[in-house]
């Protein structure tokens, strides 16, 4: 294996190389040493490909992989690359399948990604053909580990990659229980581009100490605070965390306003709070639970607008993050309307979040001359494990500990 281009200077999880996110060097080795090492790379929801034949295109890491249920209802996912010369083999985003057909020359595939017809195999006329040799089986595309989980299907190019129970952990596994509990169906969905490294965003989604400040929106109407009642959980690996807090308008404190910050002030009023009307639903009184699994998906609930997020790598300095809201089955009409008109919280335009796809760029931008530099993740201190306090870094610092175990890097000084 060549030589990390990237030098931890520091053995703790403090101070991050910004050459880990300009580097081209780093951005190939981590496709090759995550998202086709030893992870489970999200796909899709078990509700988007519910009947035989259905299914959806997406990508592992920078790899498009094809998700399909067969008609023994299992669901099978393999790279989307035809194998004969490499084109799609399917096109669209989503659809339904007895089998696939490349395009380009017409070789087939099964559901299960087994290469089964090749166009003019026998030759024409006794011309041409392929040799007695090739045998179909030999070729086809590769094929992922599939795991389904609470109706999420994850995929996996690595044999070694633990269960999908033992890789998210007991607490993990609990907390996604506590959302995914019963059937959903999808209630809209978009793609949001960033204009920064991948690993910038997840930092983010996993990054507590910056809910809210960067969004005045969190504070200004006390959806978040950081004197709410709430922690972080970080899973033994560091690459997973749950961050959860409740609203209570009782722990309204004075130390935003006492430090002068952006996002607290009282020239910010709301002409139809309607948005924030929700109803209760989890009897814990957790009203926002955002939680991330290695290396690159979002469970969502904040209040009663639920969502996953897939984030996709698109080059060094580009990402992809793709949204799918999510209701239950069983809503009544006016519960999805509440889910609906909560989607305005988050996404590109989201009250809360749009300053999140825009946070990553300015990062992006502010490092462009700073590649031997470092950034400082010390609030909450060294340690990258569970916390009661959200005032810190800890699951930042998680995501690195796993991030340099799947790399190789622990060993730097
Ligand atoms: S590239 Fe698919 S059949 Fe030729
Ligand atoms: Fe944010």
Excluded at 265 to 274: G, I, T, V
């Amino acid at each position: 294996m060549q030589e990390q281009a990237i030098q931890w200077k520091r053995g703790s999880n403090t101070r991050i190389p910004y050459g880990l996110y300009v580097d081209e060097d780093v951005a190939a080795q981590e496709q090759a040493r995550i998202f086709h090492g030893k992870v489970w790379n999200y796909l899709c929801l078990a509700a988007e490909i519910p009947d035989a034949g259905s299914y959806r295109t997406t990508f592992a890491g920078d790899t498009p992989v094809v998700v399909v249920r067969d008609a023994d209802d299992e669901i099978y996912a393999f790279e989307n690359r035809c194998a004969h010369r490499g084109a799609l083999i399917a096109l669209e985003k989503s659809g339904h399948a007895e089998n696939f057909q490349c395009v380009y020359h017409a070789w087939s595939y099964n559901r299960q990604g087994d290469l089964v017809g090749v166009a003019f195999e026998k030759g024409v006329k006794g011309q041409g053909g392929m040799p007695e040799t090739f045998c179909k089986e030999e070729h086809g595309p590769r094929k992922l580990r599939v795991a389904v989980f609470c109706g999420l299907v994850f995929g996996s190019f690595s044999e070694d990659v633990p269960d999908i129970e033992d890789y998210l952990g007991e607490e993990i596994c609990e907390r996604i229980e506590r959302v995914l509990h019963k059937p959903v169906q999808v209630i809209g969905r978009f793609t949001q581009a960033l204009p920064n490294n991948w690993k910038l965003y997840m930092e983010n989604v996993k990054d507590s100490y910056h809910a809210s400040l960067l969004h005045m929106f969190f504070t200004t109407f006390e959806l978040n605070r950081l004197s709410q009642k709430g922690g972080v959980i970080v899973d033994e690996s560091g690459g997973h965390h749950v961050s959860y807090s409740m609203i209570d308008r009782n722990a309204r404190d004075d130390s935003y306003k006492a430090q002068a910050l952006r996002s607290d002030n009282d020239r910010y009023r709301l002409k139809d709070p309607s948005v924030l009307a929700g109803f209760e639903e989890f009897d814990d009184g957790i009203t926002l639970q955002i939680l991330s699994v290695f290396p690159g998906f979002v469970l969502q609930q904040i209040q009663n607008c639920l969502a996953v997020r897939q984030l996709l790598p698109k080059g060094i300095q580009r990402a992809e993050l793709n949204w799918t809201y999510l209701g239950y089955l069983d809503d009544t009409p006016e519960q999805r309307k509440v889910r609906l008109k909560q989607s305005n919280l988050v996404g590109p335009a989201g009250f809360i979040s749009m300053e999140d796809g825009a946070v990553g760029g300015f990062v992006q931008r502010g490092i462009a001359g700073a590649k031997e530099l470092e950034a400082v993740v010390e609030m909450g201190g060294e340690h990258a494990g569970s916390s009661e306090g959200r005032a810190t870094e800890t699951s930042v610092r998680g995501f690195w500990k796993a991030y340099r175990a799947h790399m190789g890097q622990e060993g730097a000084a």
